[in-house]
């Protein structure tokens, strides 16, 4: 046995991995701007039956209520780059695209929430694909 030690080399993150990387911290981001947007109307900052928990519909209160604990937590999770941050983060899109995709006679429409979560998605799969098939490659 030697009693060398043998110098290690820093691992340099590939292009993919970067990339994956700031994908998810953008979207880090954006959960916290859309937590922040359901707190206020749940605090009621603006006037409007939509704009107050008391005053809003049961459906609303619902959605609302999940939206504003779990987009946070998504952030949170998707800055530390953790794996469960994909997966809160996931929950949160379903939901808005349930309610903003199927139900926009309740909730309004909102195609730039559809197609920011859409985007996310894609590119998510697509750097998730590369990045196996890189590793894939780079063990043979």
Excluded at 120 to 127: Q, R
Aim: overall charge positive.
């Amino acid at each position: 046995m030697s009693d060398e030690v043998a110098p290690r080399l820093p691992i340099r993150p590939s292009a993919y991995e970067y990339a994956l990387d700031l994908l998810l911290r953008a979207a880090a981001l954006s959960c916290l701007v859309l937590g922040t947007a359901y707190w206020v109307r749940l605090l009621g900052f603006f006037p409007g039956a939509e704009w107050r928990f008391d005053l809003m519909p049961l459906y609303w209160q619902a959605a609302a209520v999940s939206l504003a604990v779990l987009f946070p937590f998504a952030a949170v999770g998707l800055w530390m780059l953790a794996s469960w941050g994909p997966v809160v983060w996931f929950l949160c899109a379903a939901m808005e695209v349930g309610m903003y995709g199927f139900f926009p006679n309740l909730y309004g429409k909102q195609p730039l929430i559809l197609v920011l979560h859409a985007t996310v998605a894609v590119a998510y799969a697509i750097l998730r694909i590369l990045l196996y098939l890189e590793r894939r490659r780079s063990a043979h």
